[in-house]
């Protein structure tokens, strides 16, 4: 084995990981606050991934742009959130399922019928840092500054602000959260938001690193369900470090099996984990 590659394949998962970090967050996010499962998180991340590339084809900088998939996808979220969550967020588990399946199917319509399915990519080259055998591809480095400061910015707004905590009053309690006054359906709804611009911004920030289709949200859906139930439902910090778990594992898994196989080794992590630790290995929330 050689020791300069699996190095390699280290820092470049754990570069990958807080990207899948932040993309997991949007959902357990969602789940913490509301306990609604989103199955719609695939086309947000796949909607992040072609506005970027739409803003880049009008000029726009990609990382600029970011800023403004920010803003697109807490306004999406939410009126998302009223449209097709709202009525049934006291339903059972089922109903709001099928709710968010409902956003998935369409939102995949609509972005087929504009975009086509044929595979896209950005052309987007920055400096390389290397290190003897080994390089730091430039936009991995962006990406991992990115999703840091976007992270901060999170935690900043819900332990800070007054609706940060608004927030984490509604997922504890939201009963006893409306007593003390505080408006659940729009806190309800601003969570939705703010789940779905990490996941459009994590699409975004995927669009700089790889070609992708109208179809790639799929893939990434499943592989977020599988790093939130690694790192405990509705648990943002476990999210961002099983994130960073998968992302080691899927580079370094390549050193010794084929790409290939890669998908059903996370899936065998997946079982193990409702197995033996159904929590989660940092706990749920």
Known sequence: MNIEALIASSIDGLMLGFVFGLMAMGLTLIFGVMKVINLGHGPFIVMGMFAILVMSQL??????????VVL?????????????????????????????????????????IIFSTSPRGLDLELPSFRTGAITVLGTRFVAVLVAVGVTIALYSFLYRTRTGKSIRAVANNRGAAELMGINSSWILALSFGIGTLLAMISGGLLATLFSFTVLSGGGLEVKSFVIVVLGGLGNPTGALFG?????????????????????????????????FRPNGLFGAR
């Not at 994130?243 to 997946?270: A, D, H, K, N, R």
């Open 59 to 68: 000029g726009i900088n990609p990382y600029l742009g970011l800023v403004i």
């Open 72 to 112: 697109l996808g807490l306004l999406t979220g939410i009126v998302v959130y009223f449209v097709a969550v709202h009525r049934v967020i006291n339903a059972p588990e089922l109903t709001t399922l099928l709710a968010t399946f409902s956003v998935n199917m369409i939102l995949i319509g609509a972005l087929t």
């Open 243 to 275: 994130g960073i778990i998968i992302g080691l594992l899927e580079s370094i898994t390549t050193i010794f099996i084929p790409v290939s196989w890669v998908p059903v080794f996370e899936f065998v992590v997946f079982v193990l984990i409702l197995l």
